[in-house]
Every structure is written in C-alpha cells, then in structure tokens.
C-alpha cells in the first residue's frame, strides 16, 4: 500500500499534479501512468484526519 499525506501535498490543477507533487518520481502524468486506462484498475483513498 502507498500512503500520501495530505500535508506533504501541493494542490494542482488536476489530480495528477496533486498527486505527482507527492510522489514525485511516480508516473502519473503521462499516457502509460498510473491513472491510464492501461494500467490495472487502482482505489485512492484521501483522508486529511491526522
């Protein structure tokens, strides 16, 4: 499992520059990424309680 904190997050325009500011050298953005429709389905769960 991944677990993003909220806090270490910068908001961006879309989700997938709010979540690259967090895992930067995760794959995102680009057409073969995470959030791509050829990637295996995934759930986020974003919880900001500490």
Not at 2 to 15: H, S, V, Y
Not at 35 to 44: D, F, M, R
């Amino acid at each position: 499992s991944i677990i993003i904190r909220l806090k270490d997050t910068t908001l961006g325009e879309n989700l997938e520059q709010t979540l690259a500011s967090a895992l930067p050298l995760a794959n995102f953005e680009n057409e073969n990424g995470w959030l791509s429709p050829q990637a295996p389905p995934c759930l986020l769960l974003l919880d900001g309680l500490n």
